[in-house]
Every structure is written in C-alpha cells, then in structure tokens.
T-cell receptor, first 113, second 118 residues
Framework: QKEVEQDPGPLSVPEGAIVSLNCTYS??????FMWYRQYSRKGPELLMY????GNKEDGRFTAQVDKSSKYISLFIRDSQPSDSATYLC?????????????FGIGTKLQVIP | GAVVSQHPSRVICKSGTSVKIECRSL??????MFWYRQFPKQSLMLMAT?????????EQGVEKDKFLINHASLTLSTLTVTSAHPEDSSFYIC??????????????FGPGTRLTVL
C-alpha cells in the first residue's frame, strides 16, 4: 500500500462547477498537508498548506484535513478553464531536522468552457 | 517572493555525455534544496536532499556517483547527470526550502528541466 493514495483521473468538469479533489494516507504521523498545482511541463506550484486537522480557505480554494479518517480534500469553487492542471497532494511529518515530503501521484483536472 | 529558477529548461544530449542542471533560489536563501525526477503519469520521486556546504543525502536506489549534487551556496545547487543513458531521460525538478525566519515554511519548486538522452 502506498503511503499516499490519489486518483490520477482525469477529472472533467464544466466551467463554474465545484471541484473536489481528494487524497488518503496511511501514515498517522503526517501533520503538514499541502496541495500543489502543476501545469503541463512545469514545476509544481504551492497552492495551500495546512497544519493538522481543519479547514483553510484562500479565494476559490478550500483545503480540508480530517486526520481521524486520514483524508484530505481540496475544493475549487467556480472552476475556470485556467484551473486545468494536475493537482498533487503532499504531506510530511513534524520532526526535528530533515522532513521528507511524500507526494500523491496527482489528479489531472480539465475544466471545459 | 519564493521564486526558484532552473537552467536549462530543456536539454538533448547523446548517450555517454554529462549534463549539468542548475537550480537557483532568486529571492530567498535556501538552507535545503531537493532534487526530484518525474516520469510521465507518475508522482514526483525524491532523488536527493542537499544542504549548503555539506554532502547530499541520496534516497535509496539513487546512484550518488551518477547523479552528482553540489550545493555550493545558499542560492545555488547543481545536479550533474554523468554518462547519461536513454533511461535517464526524464523531467528533473528542483525545489528549495528557505532558512527559518524568512517566512516561507514549505518547498518551492523550479520550472523543471526536460532531459532527453539519445
């Protein structure tokens, strides 16, 4: 079993739809949770990061973490064609020194005009 | 802020040659830089972690003599793929994490380098 599971998609939605992207994980020591957006042939761009459980909102994006279920989500409201990209979840433990980040495989999202 | 650049963005080389990729943090000092590779439809795979002024720490299965990493300053790390072969063709991405106190707690990624070995 992988430490982080993420459906690769592709996920196609019409413009304006609410998008829900999810990851599950098995390592209960993960405390920091991130979402990255990666356009084709580009490096990942950090969208949001949260510490421990709860919600965090930034514009059209909302990140949720449910540590009891080992489940994290990213919601995109009023989706736009420019949101079409691959979204990677990532997470790491909190410990002294070097903290390795574990990435999901990424979900490819296509927003259709 | 938090911009990371990579050079070159794309390189094509012959089998057996060496290729150097540069990673720079442009507006912050990076205590730690990371090198990843990404194959099509696969996740980012960490190759190694480098701290300024010390030897890189390589992940299991990554040949340190083949992938030479140098982190000579707080803003520059290089990855040299020595004696490249077609199976080394991939998308190489670096990331950098700022020193504590600079306000950036997470890794910021460069735009990636597409390596094609003929």
């Amino acid at each position: 079993q992988k430490e982080v599971e993420q459906d690769p998609g592709p996920l196609s939605v019409p413009e304006g739809a609410i998008v829900s992207l999810n990851c599950t994980y098995s390592n209960s020591a993960f405390q920091y949770f991130m979402w990255y957006r990666q356009y084709s042939r580009k490096g990942p761009e950090l969208l949001m990061y949260t510490y421990s459980s709860g919600n965090k909102e930034d514009g059209r994006f909302t990140a949720q973490v449910d540590k009891s279920s080992k489940y994290i989500s990213l919601f995109i409201r009023d989706s736009q064609p420019s949101d079409s990209a691959t979204y990677l979840c990532a997470m790491r433990e909190v410990s002294g020194g070097y903290q390795k980040v574990t990435f999901g495989i990424g979900t490819k999202l296509q927003v259709i005009p | 802020g938090a911009v990371v650049s990579q050079h070159p963005s794309r390189v094509i080389c012959k089998s057996g040659t060496s290729v150097k990729i540069e990673c720079r943090s442009l507006d912050f000092q990076a205590t730690t830089m990371f090198w990843y590779r990404q194959f099509p439809k696969q996740s980012l795979m960490l190759m190694a972690t480098s701290n300024e002024g010390s030897k890189a720490t390589y992940e299991q299965g990554v040949e340190k003599d083949k992938f030479l990493i140098n982190h000579a300053s707080l803003t520059l790390s290089t990855l040299t793929v020595t004696s490249a072969h077609p199976e080394d063709s991939s998308f190489y991405i670096c990331s950098a994490r700022a020193q504590p106190g600079q306000g950036y707690n997470e890794q910021f990624f460069g735009p990636g380098t597409r390596l094609t070995v003929l």
